[in-house]
């Protein structure tokens, strides 16, 4: 693969006319690219529509990263957007639904034998955002079972494809990293989001907790779901940031990395840190005191070493109630880690739920206010590159501890471990710092590494 491709980890490309990448290929734009290529009368809706479905005709029987493409549904979309005048953020830009998330005019499965076929003729309320705001829905992502365990994605990671995307929004993060679509939404409860950006080599976003709308996605435990965002640019975060109306109180303007305060935490798992991923910790805290950063270590001791398995008694505890109807009606159909859970093998009791809560909400503000002294937290995003195989998706080690706090998180692409396999970092920082997170992101995204493209990109 040439220097010169572009690069799923990065989203640049070194193509000095946008206008001619936009005619050439329009699969490789951004979606702040493609939304300007639209409006300069560039690019039609139509073309981009048609280039993303031959890119996935072409690459998903490898890739895998759809459940569900209907082209027509697509084209009708986008002609209907090249008809209209009036023009909104997303004007024309396909977006990849992960599976677990309702849509009116196609199936949601949850990747479950139980609701192949499901048709709730229903929009979440993040897809109708995006409909509001131009978007095209390209398709269904693939997941694993109910975004839980059980039934794994297909989904193969674009990189390699003898190793896993990561779950459980596995088809988001892979259509995104291999050109399919501009853009795709993710769930998290553990790192479903983070940790397949991560292996994927792409940008996300899990915003702060219950900042964009939970309403008409499969829950898992709904004190620590989060409905976020794969793109291929920092801009991208951004426009998304602005569609779903994420606001900080104290609004951001940051033009450079010297001076700014940033902390480093290796968090309580730091021992899990395979060695591609110390090594990309070593390597931005290197770049960014070249930019003249100040960097600090934020070591989180007592209590904080007690939340990885404060996030296990929570989320199993809230899995009992949410799946509740499932185990009524599917009862030994359903796959035999979720029947442990739901029936507490664990012998997990109320007073370790409160305790688990209680803990929880001790430490949310304990973060906040030590997180508050730097303008963002750089931890890792996974203990090292994707696992080889499809079942072992990861483990959500270094993830488990920002979702229970309900910090918003940053997937940093641009490192790569063995093999050229990508390695991501995380920014975080205090609940509801989602926009200053992004400036920071933006600035640290022209110190990131560049590497090759995927596997079959060019």
Known sequence: MSASATSPATGAAPIASRSHEAAARPERLTACEAVQAIKDGHLTAGALAKACLERIEQRDPEIGAWTHIDPGLVIDQARECDAQAERGPLHGVPVGIKDVILTQDMPTSYNSPHFEGFFPKLDAASVSILRAAGAIIAGKSDTVEFAVNGRRAKTRNPHDTSRTPGGSSSGSAAAVADYHVPLALGTQTGGSIIRPASYCGVYAMKPTWNAVPHEGFKVCAASMDTLGWYA?????????????????????????????????????????????????????????????????????????????????????????????????????????????????????????????????????????????????????????????????????????????????????????????????????????SDRRLVAVARLMADLMPRHGAAQGAS
Request: net charge negative; glycine share 6%; charged share 25%.
């Open 232 to 432: 291929r640019s920092v801009d991208d975060l951004e426009l998304l940031c602005d569609v779903f109306q994420l606001h900080d109180d104290e609004r951001t303007s940051l033009d450079t990395l010297d001076g700014v305060s940033i902390a480093v935490c290796r968090t309580p798992v730091w021992d899990q840190a395979l060695p591609e991923t110390r090594d990309a910790l070593a390597r931005c805290i290197e770049l960014l005191r070249s930019a003249g950063a100040r960097i600090s270590d934020l070591d989180l001791a007592e209590p904080f070493d007690q939340l990885t398995a404060a996030h296990k008694t929570i989320m199993q505890s809230e899995m009992r109630s949410a799946f509740l109807a499932e185990q009524l009606r599917f009862g030994d159909g359903l796959y035999p880690e979720l029947r442990q859970i739901l029936r507490n093998d664990a012998g997990l009791t109320r007073a370790a739920q409160l305790e688990a809560y209680d803990l929880a909400a001790q430490c949310r503000m304990r973060f906040d206010e030590l997180a508050s002294r730097f303008v963002a937290v750089l931890t890792p995003s996974a203990a090292g590159i994707a696992p080889r195989g499809l079942d072992d998706t990861g483990a959500a080690t270094f993830n488990r501890i920002w979702t229970l706090l309900h910090t918003p998180c940053i997937n940093l692409p641009g490192f790569v471990g063995p093999n050229h396999l990508p390695v991501g970092l995380t920014l975080t920082g205090p609940r509801f």
